[in-house]
């Protein structure tokens, strides 16, 4: 999955919840058609730690439907002919491990986001991701330590996920400060830690047009997921949907060329096994 960093504007990555929809996909198809640069694809969990309530909804709603992580893989695999930018699933430890990057795969899954598997516990899965052509996008945190982030952009692969601030998923009337200082410190580790560039993506309460284009000037792009997944529980259609993405897109300058599909993952280089206490970067709410 290649994310290329250009001039003119900034990445675009919607969030939508699988199956919280019996049309989910053209929901799918919508942001892709509104000038995503790639979607993020929850897979629905019983105990979402990190999501915050929109998200929450979203993923109790597709559970009453009746969603599995197999029949939203099926779904994506229906419309694999239609998608033209990366696909990456997001999901919590226990069903990214039960799954599998290869399943994800032969859906034509790209990435894999699992913000509470910790660095130290990830090297497996990171083997498993680079063999099944999956990249794993690892997450930072505000609280998160230097020599810990240049490890985390040097692993990473894909983009960085500059989680903007300490808490969950979900709408915020502004940008947490947070934001930016992460996204630079992000940018300078992955100069000092990679020989290639790696886009630094912020996510987490970036709720508005207006939002977007902050963070987008902090880092190389955004990720937009309650204030979306809240329209689609409110009822919006797929083309409603498209709307919404497009004017976050105008607020993050012009479209970028299509996005390349597979390309970046490889074997993770020195994983190595810590000693130290192994921790997710943000440790969400249980509550």
Do not use: K
Not at 27 to 55: K, R
Not at 193 to 204: E, I, K, M, N, Q
Not at 261 to 286: H, I, K, L, N
């Amino acid at each position: 999955m290649t994310l290329d960093l250009r001039p003119g504007g900034a990445l675009l990555v919607p969030y939508l919840t699988g199956a919280v929809t019996a049309d989910w996909t053209d929901h799918l198809l919508a942001c892709q058609d509104a000038g995503a640069d790639a979607v993020e694809v929850g897979l629905p969990f019983s105990d979402p730690m990190l999501d915050g309530t929109t998200i929450q909804l979203a993923s109790d709603r597709a559970l009453a439907r009746g969603a599995t992580p197999a029949g939203i893989l099926d779904d994506l695999a229906a419309v694999r002919d239609r998608l033209t930018t990366p696909v990456i699933v997001m999901t919590y430890a226990n069903l990214a491990l039960r799954v599998g990057p290869a399943r994800l795969a032969a859906a034509g899954v790209d990435g894999l986001i699992v913000p509470d598997l910790p660095l130290e516990e990830s090297a497996d899965l990171e083997a498993a991701s680079a063999a099944a052509g999956v990249d794993l996008v690892l997450l930072a945190a505000p609280s998160t330590p230097d020599d810990r982030l240049h490890e985390i952009c040097r692993r990473s692969r894909g983009f960085v996920y500059a989680v903007s601030t300490m808490g969950t998923t979900g709408e915020r009337s502004r940008l947490d400060p947070a934001a930016a200082t992460l996204a630079t410190r992000l940018r300078h580790a992955v100069r000092e830690s990679r020989p290639a560039p790696l886009p630094v993506l912020v996510g987490f309460g970036v709720s508005t047009p207006e939002q977007a284009a902050e963070a987008g000037r902090a880092g190389d792009g955004v990720i937009v997921g309650a204030a979306l997944m809240r329209r689609v529980l409110d009822g919006a259609t797929p083309a409603e949907l498209r709307r919404d993405v497009a004017a976050l897109r105008a607020a993050l300058g012009v479209p970028r060329p299509p996005a390349v599909r597979g390309g970046e993952a490889g074997p993770p280089s020195d994983q190595g096994v810590s000693t130290a206490t192994a921790y997710a970067e943000v440790s969400g709410d249980r509550r």
